[in-house]
Nanobody, 118 residues
Framework: EVQLVESGGGLVQPGGSLRLSCAAS????????MSWVRQAPGKGPEWIAG????????YYADSVKGRFIISRDNTENTLYLQMNSLKLEDTANYSC???????????WGQGTQVTVSS
């Protein structure tokens, strides 16, 4: 059974940091391109960060560039998102996505809630 399980969300003050994890199982994690996508209340999904399987290149949305870092540990089948200098507008449900480079298969986790509030 394919599973993506996010963790690490919570309540944090503006300027604080959190590290999200996405534990993968049931598929060959190391061969999948991985991304983080978030959805704020009342808004559509926003892709924020991606990491290629083939060359480990990373990509970021302008809204998080310079503050968030995506990484993966293929030995632990885990994707990470280090979030620094958090802002109120970062409040959202954060989900991880796994997709084969050709796009033939895609899996989603249930998400973890991040709330930035003073």
């Amino acid at each position: 059974e394919v599973q993506l399980v996010e963790s690490g969300g919570g309540l944090v003050q503006p300027g604080g940091s959190l590290r999200l994890s996405c534990a993968a199982s049931g598929f060959n994690f190391g061969t999948y391109d991985m991304s983080w996508v978030r959805q704020a209340p009342g808004k559509g999904p926003e892709w924020i960060a991606g990491l290629n399987a083939r060359d480990a290149r990373t990509y970021y949305a302008d809204s998080v560039k310079g503050r968030f870092i995506i990484s993966r540990d293929n030995t632990e089948n885990t994707l990470y998102l280090q979030m620094n200098s958090l802002k109120l507008e970062d409040t959202a449900n954060y989900s991880c996505n796994a997709v084969t480079p050709g796009g033939m298969r895609s899996y989603w986790g249930q998400g973890t809630q991040v709330t930035v509030s003073s």
